[in-house]
Structure formats: structure tokens, C-alpha cells
């Protein structure tokens, strides 16, 4: 049994990351093995630090999703508000652009000729 | 074994639809009588989809003549034309029906717990029956007007679904677009349907393949047919609706939705390559499936990353993930009877049909796991989760699965079928490899996102007592993430057994015919 797919141009073989994930994995294990051995947890040590400031509750310290991202929203903002504008919502707009695309695909169709 | 393999392919539409009209009767005696109908159907038809696929790959395309003396016997003594209903089963049919069965009877699964709080259970069972039938008879219909009528089926009761849970509003008016827009696509392809008839007299889809003569009233209906099963689809721009129905329904119906999705895929590649497949130049046509494809990709993915709701964010990226499979078999299309299939179209295609095969697994987990989140904390509005990781590491594992899946990363499965895509469209033209990359970068970002937000951070309060769903729920995704597993594992396996050969049964145009006319003179 082989695990290997060949596309024609390479192969991939997911068994060699899966062994390499596993190593790596051990790796990872291991060094984090060599960390500060006199962590206790669920004590103090394992409380938040901000520089001595009062640290938020859970509710507030957690970056909801709105947040995120925001630069790249910002930098297509162009694109978003013309995107956005297609989304409507409404049953009619959907059924208009179902009536254009199909007329433009009968036109692309009727006059490039296709038949062989 | 041999009686029962004859006889699948009606044995497989069938039993839904006769469990479908029990199921009422049998839930008068009870819950469990009734959860177990549906459970041992459908497992039944998983077994006999299973058993044709293996008979189909070995000794190639079986028909099934209803109302004939012998399944076999397509063309009546004295006729020239078929005249019966028949089904008929290629390798292409056979890999949907795989995808159909397997999503069918997670979807039941989750189901059993996913609504046990509901009201009208056994309506919604009846509907997920009729859905399960329509989704197989469109799948093995070897006739137009039937696959008209099982589209039908599926569009209603998938509508019926959608609007399953009738105490909000969302629901109904995702229901009501659901139903205009499949009533709009089907009465276009059965417009197409009777413009082919008129000419041909006749409804076969062998036949028509046979007899096409591609006249102007022919590529008006080859227009409606593609538009059609394009909007049903969701492709952009025919997408509109597909957010707005989706991400009401129930997880469960979502799941299964998509597959009715890659069911009117099936419909389209068929209507291209095998009803048309002798007289279209596939370069125009497979250019505006390419096309297509390409901003379905884009425009799906970031839509995506911009959604604050799981279920509709988890719909933009169904959509995202339907171009990469349009490219891959347009790419096939517009390559078609040219030396390059050869070369690269044969694999594009594969790729894209393997894609296909990682979609209908790695979505419907993924649509599951936001079912989850909806059923332990009763938004779908990821700007008011977090911290759930702590409470469901069930359903975020699983998430996890999901999202390294639909990005592409290796090793796992996803990533087996887009680097198909990826080497082979890259020299039909390399913007369609570029594309695809970003989109990918696009998805993993935007999962991301959607994972810190509803998982990650401290426990937040509000979700104190929220528990793990229960085990019925966690069974019907680990079917699933089962199967992107299997396949992360044997991708060769899996390509050479069912894939190639779909792939090779819808380029194979003259087999299909063959199936039912005879050999053509």
C-alpha cells in the first residue's frame, strides 16, 4: 500500500509531515520539559501581570471579533462598501440577477459560435 | 448479493421515501421507534451505496429500466428510443452518491439531539427523508424531466427545513428565499427540459446526447440549465440567497443542504459534459465556469472574513469553497478534446472532484460544530462568545480538524485535493493558481479569527454553566472528521479507487450513451 498521491508534476506523501509533526511535537515537549521548575500552578505565579494596573474582568479582556482584523477591513474599505451594497437582503434583487446572468450567458452562447 | 446490487439503485432512492412516509406512523409509538427507523435507513442505504460503488468501479456504468422485464433491458423490443424512466449509475454518479450517504446519516445523527427540544419532530424526519430521496434520484436519474422532478423534491423539503423552527422569524424568511429561488431555477430547467423535448422528442439524457445537434434553441437551453443549477448552486453572483437560507436552518439541514448544493454541481457538470459534451466548445463555456469559479473564491472568502454570525461566516466559505471546484472541472471543460486534458485537464479535474469529496466532509463538520455553539449558548453572534474551549473541548477539537482542512494545510486533506488544483489549472493560466492561494491564506486567517473569538480567552461568565453537547451530537461530527482523517491518510487510495474513475466517467461522454442506446453506429 502506497501513501503516495502523484499530481503529474510531484507527489505528496502526508505520512512524512505526520512524522514530522510527531517529532516535532516530542521537540516541543521537551524543551517546554526544561521551563522554570518552580511553577505551581492555580497559585499567585499564575495570576495576570500588567505592570501593577487592575487587571480586567474575563468579559472585558477577551478581543471580540469586531476587533479583529481591523486594518484589513480599513485598507479594503473601497471594496467592502461596493461588495456590501450587492448584499441586499431582498428576493427581487436576487431574481434580477438571475434574469441578467442568464441573458448575458444565452448572448455569450448564441453569438460565439460554438458549435464544432 | 448479486439480486440486491441489481436492484440498488431504485433500492437506494426508495427506502428514504418509504421511511420518510413510516416515519409519522412509527413516531406515534414513540421517539426511539422512530430514531431508529431513520438511523437503520439510512445506514441500510450507506451499505447499498457502498456495495454499487464497488460493482460500478469494477465492471463499469449500470442502468436500471423501471417497468421493464429485465433492469437491463433499456429499449423496448420494437422501439428505437428508450421510453422508460431509467436510472443510470456511472462512477460520477456513484462518487455523489458516497458524499450523500455519508452526510445523510451524520446529519441524522447530530440530528437525534440537535432537535430533541424541538416540537414536530416527526415532520422534520419525514422532510429529512424526502430530502435524502431527492438528493439520491438527482443524483441517478439518467433522464432530464426527473431530474427535475427529485430536484423538486429536495428544493421543497429543504425549504420546509430551513423553516423548521418556526418560533423566529429568520427562519421563515430564509425559508420563503430558499423555496422562490429553487421554484424559479426549476421552472427554468424545465423550460430547457421542454425546448430539448420539442426538438428530440425525448427526455433521455443519453438520447439527447446522442441526437444534439446544438441549434440556436439548444444553446438558449443549455443557458437556462447552466444559470439554473449555477444559482442553485451559490456561485457568485447567484449567491445572494445562500447566506440568508443557510445559516438559519437547523446545523444538521445546513449540512446536508451543501450537498444539495454539490447535487446541482453534479446536475451542471452532467448538463456540460455528457448532454452537451459531443457539440460545446468547452473553451467559451469552461471560461465562464472558470470564471465563475474565480469570483466565487474571492468575493465568498472575503465576505466571509467579515461576518460577526458563525452560521452565516461558515456560509460565505461554503460558497468560497465551491469555486475551487469550478475552477478545477472548468478548467477540464475548456481543455476538453484537446490535447492538454491529457496533460493537465484529466488531473484538474480530479482535483476538483477531490475537492468536492473534502468539502462534503470538512463543511458539514464545520457547520456542525457552529450548530454546537448555537445549541450550548443560544447566539449565533461570535462578538458574544468566547472562552468556550474550556467547556466544549469536544466541539473545538473538532473545529480544529475543520478549520486545518477547508485552509489546506498540511497534512490533511484538503491540502491533498488544492495542490491537484493548484499544479494542474497553474498551466491552463497561473492567475488561477494565484487566486486560489490567497483565498486559502484569506480562509485560514478568517477561521482563525472565528476560533479566538468563540473558543479562546478565560471563561466568561455568562457561560458558566454551559456543558459539552451531548453524545449523539459529537458522534455525528466525529463521522465526519472521521472520514477527513481517512482520507488525510490514503489520498492515493482514495483517488485511484472512486476519484479518477469520476472523473474519466464524465469525460467519457460515448460510455454513458453506450449504457443505454447500444453501441452508436
Redesign the interface.
Known amino acids: 500500500m502506497t501513501f503516495i498521491l502523484e499530481s503529474g508534476y510531484s507527489f505528496w506523501n502526508p505520512l512524512v509531515w505526520i512524522i514530522l509533526f510527531l517529532v516535532m511535537m516530542v521537540l516541543i515537549y521537551f524543551f517546554r520539559r526544561q521551563g522554570q521548575e518552580k511553577y505551581k500552578k492555580d497559585t499567585e505565579q499564575a495570576q495576570i501581570f500588567l505592570c501593577g494596573a487592575e487587571v480586567p474582568a474575563p468579559g472585558e479582556r477577551h478581543i471580540r471579533v469586531g476587533n479583529i482584523y481591523w486594518g484589513f477591513f480599513e485598507t479594503l474599505k473601497e471594496y467592502y462598501n461596493q461588495i456590501l451594497k450587492l448584499h441586499t437582503g431582498i428576493i427581487n434583487d436576487y431574481v434580477a440577477w438571475f434574469v441578467a446572468v442568464t441573458a448575458i450567458t444565452a448572448v455569450i452562447l448564441l453569438m460565439a459560435g460554438l458549435g464544432k | 448479493m448479486a439480486t440486491l446490487i441489481t436492484h440498488s439503485p431504485i433500492l437506494i432512492i426508495a427506502i428514504p421515501l418509504v421511511a420518510a412516509f413510516l416515519t409519522p406512523l412509527i413516531g406515534m409509538a414513540g421517539s426511539k421507534a422512530r430514531n431508529t427507523l431513520v438511523v437503520v435507513s439510512l445506514t441500510f442505504v450507506a451499505f447499498l451505496v457502498f456495495a454499487l460503488a464497488r460493482d460500478v468501479v469494477a465492471n463499469g456504468i449500470r442502468v436500471y429500466t423501471l417497468g421493464s422485464a429485465s433492469p437491463s433491458l433499456t429499449i423496448p423490443p420494437g422501439s428505437m428510443v428508450p421510453v422508460r424512466i431509467i436510472l443510470e449509475v456511472d462512477a460520477m454518479s456513484i462518487f455523489f452518491g458516497i458524499i450523500w450517504a455519508i452526510v445523510s446519516l451524520a446529519a441524522a445523527m447530530f440530528s437525534l439531539s440537535h432537535i430533541a427540544d424541538e416540537t414536530g419532530q416527526n415532520r422534520f424526519y419525514t422532510l429529512l427523508l424526502l430530502m435524502v430521496t431527492g438528493g439520491f434520484g438527482m443524483m441517478f436519474t439518467g433522464d432530464l424531466f426527473n431530474l427535475f422532478v427529485f430536484l423538486e423534491i429536495a428544493s421543497i423539503s429543504g425549504g420546509a427545513l430551513i423553516a423548521f423552527r418556526t418560533r423566529s422569524a429568520d427562519t421563515q424568511e430564509g425559508g420563503?428565499?430558499y423555496i422562490?429561488?429553487s421554484a424559479?431555477?426549476g421552472l427554468?430547467i424545465l423550460f430547457a427540459t421542454g425546448l430539448l423535448y420539442a426538438q428530440y422528442n425525448s427526455l433521455n439524457m443519453a438520447t439527447l446526447a446522442h441526437v444534439i445537434q446544438?441549434t440556436?434553441s439548444d444553446?438558449?437551453a443549455?443557458?437556462?440549465l447552466?444559470?439554473a443549477f449555477?444559482?442553485k448552486t451559490g456561485m457568485v453572483?447567484?449567491h445572494?440567497?445562500f447566506p440568508?437560507a443557510y445559516s438559519v436552518a437547523p446545523a444538521s439541514i445546513t449540512g446536508m443542504l451543501v450537498i444539495t448544493s454539490h447535487a446541482c454541481m453534479y446536475a451542471a457538470f452532467r448538463v456540460c459534459f455528457t448532454l452537451y459534451g459531443g457539440?460545446?466548445?468547452g473553451l467559451?463555456?469552461g471560461w465562464?465556469i472558470v470564471i465563475t469559479g474565480l469570483l466565487t473564491m474571492f468575493?465568498g472568502v472575503?465576505?466571509a472574513?467579515?461576518q460577526?454570525d458563525v452560521m452565516r461566516f461558515m456560509s460565505y466559505h461554503a460558497i468560497s469553497q465551491l469555486g475551487y471546484m469550478w475552477v478545477g472541472v472548468g478548467v477540464g471543460l475548456a481543455v476538453l478534446g484537446t490535447p492538454e486534458l491529457g496533460?493537465?485537464g484529466r488531473?484538474a479535474m480530479t482535483?476538483g472532484i477531490f475537492h468536492i469529496l473534502n468539502h462534503a466532509m470538512y463543511k458539514p463538520l464545520l457547520f456542525f460544530t457552529g450548530g454546537a455553539l448555537f445549541h450550548c449558548t443560544g447566539t449565533r453572534d461570535?462578538?458574544k462568545m468566547?472562552?468556550l474551549a474550556h467547556k466544549m473541548k469536544w466541539t473545538a477539537i473538532l473545529y480544529i480538524i475543520g478549520t486545518l482542512s477547508i485552509s489546506g494545510l498540511?497534512?490533511l486533506n484538503g491540502?491533498?485535493s488544492k495542490?491537484?488544483i493548484y499544479?494542474?489549472v497553474y498551466r491552463f493560466h497561473p492567475i488561477l493558481t494565484m487566486t486560489g492561494i490567497i483565498v486559502s491564506i484569506l480562509t485560514l486567517?478568517s477561521f482563525t479569527?472565528?476560533f479566538?473569538?468563540a473558543f479562546m480567552?478565560?471563561?466568561?461568565?455568562?457561560y458558566e454553566k454551559v456543558r459539552e453537547v451531548p453524545r449523539s451530537m459529537i458522534i455525528g461530527m466525529v463521522i465526519l472528521a472521521a472520514g477527513i482523517v481517512f482520507i488525510?491518510?490514503?489520498?492515493?487510495?482514495v483517488?485511484g479507487w472512486i476519484l479518477r474513475p469520476a472523473a474519466n466517467a464524465l469525460i467519457d461522454q460515448g460510455a454513458y450513451i453506450n449504457a443505454v442506446m447500444g453501441a452508436i453506429p
Open positions: 420563503f428565499k422562490v429561488v424559479i431555477a427554468m446544438f440556436a444553446k438558449i443549455l443557458a437556462l447552466l444559470v449555477t444559482m453572483p447567484l445572494l440567497w440568508d457539440v460545446i466548445d467559451v463555456v465562464i468575493v472575503t465576505m472574513v467579515f460577526k496533460t493537465y488531473d482535483g461570535l462578538a468566547g472562552g498540511p497534512p491540502f491533498s495542490i491537484l499544479e494542474s486567517a479569527k472565528a479566538h473569538s480567552g478565560a471563561e466568561l461568565p455568562e488525510t491518510l490514503f489520498p492515493a487510495q483517488v
